[in-house]
Nanobody, 131 residues
C-alpha cells in the first residue's frame, strides 16, 4: 500500500492550497481517509477525515469552515482544500487510511479522528504559511 501526498508549499496568510493524496495497493472505496498534521515541537493532530462513501466528513475545530476534505473514488485520491490559511496551519500534513467498517456514524467519527486507528500513512507534505 502506498499513499502519496502532494500539493504542499509556501503561501501567505489568507491564501489557499490544495493537498492531494493518491492511494494505491488497496481497495480505496473501502477505506476512510484522514488528514493529520504535525507542527515543529508539537504532537501530530487530527485535521479532517472522510468516510468511504464521501458524504460524511469530520473536521478539527481549528479548521472547520476553512478546510474541506473530499475524495474521488474513481481516482483513488483524497483532497484537502485549505482556504484562509493562517501561520498556525504551518505543519507537515499527512494522509492516512483505515478500513471503514463501522455502521454507526458516531463510532466511525470517533475512530477517524484517532490516528492510532489508521492502518496506512503517507510520507507527508510540508505546508508553510507566512505572516
Amino acid at each position: 500500500v502506498q499513499l502519496q501526498a502532494s500539493g504542499g508549499g509556501l503561501v501567505q496568510a489568507g491564501g489557499s492550497l490544495r493537498l492531494s493524496c493518491a492511494a494505491s495497493g488497496l481497495t480505496f472505496s473501502s477505506y476512510g481517509m484522514g488528514w493529520f498534521r504535525q507542527a515543529p515541537g508539537k504532537e501530530r493532530e487530527f485535521v479532517a477525515a472522510i468516510r468511504w462513501k464521501g458524504g460524511i466528513t469530520y473536521y478539527a475545530d481549528s479548521v472547520k469552515g476553512r478546510f474541506t476534505i473530499s475524495r474521488d473514488n474513481a481516482k483513488n485520491t483524497v483532497y484537502l482544500q485549505m482556504n484562509s490559511l493562517k501561520p498556525e496551519d504551518t505543519a507537515v500534513y499527512y494522509c492516512a487510511a483505515r478500513r471503514d467498517r463501522e455502521t454507526i456514524t458516531s463510532v466511525a467519527g470517533f475512530k477517524l479522528r484517532n490516528q492510532n486507528d489508521y492502518e496506512y500513512w503517507g510520507q507527508g507534505t510540508q505546508v508553510t504559511v507566512s505572516s
